[in-house]
């Protein structure tokens, strides 16, 4: 299965409260809260290419399944991790303290990151 395309931001679930325990300022967090974001995937063989464009920020993360990485978190740190695949449509990370877990179903990706018991959700659709 895979992951290439575009997918558009149909809802999220605890933004704010997750943005505030990662350290994202409040001005910031306001801002970005109610803009939809885009999602484009490019997916290579084992590579994976992602990029997130929130209005003006634009966010890109490349990976290799099982290599060791360098991500841009959302708080704007980076972070070095490896994405790991379980089955065929679920990439499964460790980043400083939060696990991100993502999961195609059809055109729907669900994004969940988890922090000790505060999860945010991000459901997007293919575009």
Known sequence: MSFSGK????????????MKALGVPDDRIQKAKD?????EIVQNGNKFKITVTTG??????EFTI?????????SGE?????VNMEGNNKL?????????VT?????????????GDLTYKRVSKRV
């Open 66 to 74: 099982g290599e060791e990485c360098e991500m841009e978190l959302l």
């Open 103 to 115: 999961e195609l179903n059809g055109d729907t990706i669900t994004h969940t990151m988890t922090m």
């Open 56 to 61: 003006p920020k634009v966010m890109t993360n």
């Open 78 to 82: 980076k972070a070095k991790c490896i």
């Open 35 to 39: 803009i939809k974001s885009v999602s």
């Open 7 to 18: 997918y558009e931001l149909q809802y999220q679930e605890n933004f704010e409260p997750f």
């Open 92 to 100: 499964v990370a460790n980043l400083k303290g939060v696990t991100s």
